[in-house]
Each structure stands twice: as structure tokens, then as C-alpha cells.
């Protein structure tokens, strides 16, 4: 059984930094490409990092030089650091694996954790 769960969120005033966690279990983590996303009230779902699992690493121009994405595939761990938060960032944030394989692709969803900046 897949699992991902995610953890560091919380509350944190505008210029704050958050360290978000998501271990993952049931996968052969680092062959999976590992992507943050975050869902804002009335908004939709959006990307906000990925990581491959050859390390190439991109970002979402909302986030470029405020937010490092890493992973540690001995804890089958993804991490996103976020600094410089903005009342803008304030969304649950949801970590995804990733892969294809000759079956199709593969998806996996954690349950989310909740990020709040306060101006």
C-alpha cells in the first residue's frame, strides 16, 4: 500500500519560513519524480516544485528563489524549504509521486497539510 504523508505545516507570519515533509512508503522512491502542489481556496490545484528522480529540479515562477525542493531517497523523503513566505503562499500543500511505466502512469497523493501566512 502506497503511502505519503506530509508534515511541517502550520501558521506563520509574512516573511516566515516553513519546512515541509512528505515520507513516502510502498514505492520504489527514487524512481519516482516527486512534485510539491498547492490547492488555495477557490483556486485550483497548482505545481509548485518537482524534483526528477535524476535530481533535475524546476519551480513555478510564483516560488522561484523563496522555496527549495530536495529529497533524501535513504528516507524516501521529499522536502520543500520555504522562506520569504507572502499571505499568497497560504494554500494546503499536497505531495505527489510520479512515474510511467509501460502500464500507464502512476500517481500517488498525500492527504495535505495546511499552510497559513498571515500578513
Not at 516553513?18 to 483556486?43: D, E, H, N
Request: aromatic share 10%; with cysteine.
Amino acid at each position: 500500500q502506497v503511502q505519503l504523508v506530509e508534515s511541517g505545516g502550520g501558521l506563520v507570519q509574512a516573511g516566515g519560513s516553513l519546512r515541509l515533509s512528505c515520507a513516502a512508503s510502498g514505492i520504489i522512491f527514487s524512481f519516482y519524480t516527486m512534485g510539491w502542489y498547492r490547492q488555495a481556496p477557490g483556486k485550483q490545484r497548482e505545481l509548485v516544485a518537482t524534483i526528477f528522480s535524476g535530481s533535475r529540479i524546476s519551480y513555478a515562477d510564483s516560488v522561484k528563489g523563496r522555496f527549495t525542493i530536495s529529497r533524501d531517497n535513504a528516507k524516501n523523503t521529499v522536502y520543500l524549504q520555504m522562506i520569504s513566505l507572502k499571505p499568497e503562499d497560504t494554500a494546503v500543500y499536497y505531495c505527489n509521486a510520479h512515474r510511467v511505466l509501460g502500464t500507464g502512469e502512476h500517481d500517488y497523493w498525500g492527504q495535505g497539510t495546511q499552510v497559513t501566512v498571515s500578513s
